[in-house]
């Protein structure tokens, strides 16, 4: 289903989490479609989002070259460091990356999941090989005038 990243059609507060893997480098504009999401997101609510990450090894090796990052249907690149400042702006905190999330009542198999999924991820960013990086942020309470300037 395709919808518009700066008018979902739902209302304020509307969600404890909002997810988005490899959109936020398709958007037309980051600040306001981040300032959506903020919007549609409970205060304190959570936002988790991956992209592919400019700054890693194969982008940096191969430069230009590697069409994957530098494809038409991207209208943004970022690396960790170029995307907090639209986070900031848009009124999101920086969280830690969960180490195995919330696994209460999951069952062993979901926890054996999380912690080898999460292994997994680790040793990847860790050897330089993940092409892409998570963002986990928490929507804080700012004044409105701020992030209206954002948008």
């Given at each position: 289903?395709?919808?518009?990243?700066?008018?979902?059609?739902?209302?304020?507060?509307?969600?404890?989490?909002?997810?988005?893997?490899?959109?936020?480098?398709?958007?037309?504009?980051?600040?306001?479609?981040?300032?959506?999401?903020?919007?549609?997101?409970?205060?304190?609510?959570?936002?988790?989002?991956?992209?592919?990450?400019?700054?890693?090894?194969?982008?940096?090796?191969l430069?230009?070259?590697?069409?994957?990052?530098?494809?038409?249907?991207h209208?943004?690149?970022?690396?960790?460091?170029?995307?907090?400042?639209?986070?900031?702006?848009?009124?999101?905190?920086?969280?830690?990356?969960?180490w195995?999330?919330?696994?209460?009542?999951?069952?062993?198999?979901?926890?054996?999941?999380?912690?080898?999924?999460?292994?997994?991820?680790?040793?990847?960013?860790?050897?330089?090989?993940?092409?892409?990086?998570?963002?986990?942020?928490?929507?804080?309470?700012?004044?409105?005038?701020?992030?209206?300037?954002?948008?």
């Open positions: 289903h395709r919808t518009d990243t700066l008018r979902l059609p739902f209302a304020d507060k509307s969600f404890d989490i909002v997810t988005a893997w490899h959109v936020i480098e398709h958007v037309s504009d980051v600040s306001k479609t981040l300032a959506e999401w903020r919007r549609v997101l409970r205060p304190g609510g959570l936002l988790v989002l991956e992209t592919p990450d400019t700054n890693c090894r194969k982008a940096r090796i430069g230009a070259k590697y069409q994957k990052f530098w494809a038409a249907e209208t943004y690149t970022f690396t960790r460091d170029t995307l907090w400042p639209f986070m900031e702006t848009a009124g999101f905190e920086q969280l830690s990356r969960p195995l999330g919330h696994l209460t009542g999951s069952g062993p198999a979901m926890a054996a999941y999380a912690v080898c999924y999460q292994s997994y991820q680790g040793l990847r960013s860790a050897s330089g090989i993940a092409k892409a990086f998570q963002v986990f942020a928490r929507r804080i309470e700012v004044e409105a005038a701020a992030i209206q300037d954002a948008a």
